[in-house]
């Protein structure tokens, strides 16, 4: 069965102090996994697509990397502002088109 | 990015009305359309698949005549949810491919309240 789990479930930062989030899936043939930013009451922002494993994609403080069996976004040194859920989901040959998520980490930055 | 507006962001209805929410794709082609409901802090549900010209796929478990589905045309999908209860409400979000290939773009939300 298709799945994706996130961890943490939930990170707290000081500003300044870079981490790793964790991605891990399964899927019967990986057409991409993608990475989303979620603020309060608001849609999903895309924030990266990753389509093999070793590939990396780098925006502002955020990059994201692929392996086989799983995906880290790593932030480095957070500001308050990415305070947000970040989600993971991936796309999978046999899923027509649907996307499979996991439960977020909900992302806080202190100042 | 490609931009979906969904329309409208918040609304309030009364119990045993029904409330239409849009989702538009601005600059692109989507034929396949998805509908989500978000419960607070958990993950996005996918409800159905919409497909242009075509009858919806819904869920296990997602009433097909409660959530009306309709994708009318390549830029235009409606979620009607019939007849509204309060367990009804919650943050609606549709999303669109412009290829099942690549990835989705969503819209900003719909937060229903049924009072």
């Known amino acids: 069965e298709d799945q994706v789990t996130q961890s943490p479930e939930a990170l707290r930062l000081q500003e300044g102090e870079s981490s790793s989030l964790n991605c891990s899936y399964t899927?019967?043939?990986?057409?991409?996994l993608f990475w989303y930013r979620q603020d309060p009451g608001k849609g999903p922002e895309f924030l990266f697509t990753?389509?093999?494993a070793g590939e990396e994609k780098e925006k502002e403080r955020l990059k994201a990397t692929l392996t086989k069996k799983e995906s880290f976004l790593h932030i480095t040194a957070p500001k308050p502002e990415d305070s947000a859920t970040y989600l993971c989901?991936?796309?999978?040959?046999?899923?027509?088109?649907?996307?499979?998520f996991g439960q977020g980490t909900e992302l806080s930055v202190k100042p | 990015g490609a931009v979906v507006s969904q329309h409208p962001s918040r609304v309030i209805c009364k119990s045993g009305t029904s409330v239409k929410i849009e989702c538009r794709s601005l600059?692109?082609?989507?034929?396949?359309m998805f509908w989500y409901r978000q419960f607070p802090k958990k993950s996005l549900m996918l409800m159905a698949t919409?497909?242009?010209?075509?009858?919806?796929?819904?869920e296990q478990g997602v009433e097909k005549d409660k959530f009306l589905i309709n994708h009318a045309s390549l830029t235009l999908s409606t979620l009607t949810v019939t007849s509204a209860h309060p367990e009804d409400s919650s943050f609606y979000i549709c999303?669109?491919?412009?290829?099942?290939?690549?990835?989705?773009?969503f819209g900003q939300g719909t937060r229903l309240t049924v009072v």
């Open positions: 899927v019967s043939g990986l057409r991409g």
């Open positions: 919409s497909n242009e010209g075509s009858k919806a796929t819904y």
């Open positions: 999303s669109a491919v412009p290829d099942r290939n690549t990835e989705a773009f």
């Open positions: 990753l389509y093999s």
């Open positions: 989901a991936v796309l999978g040959y046999n899923q027509g088109g649907k996307l499979i």
């Open positions: 600059d692109f082609q989507a034929t396949t």
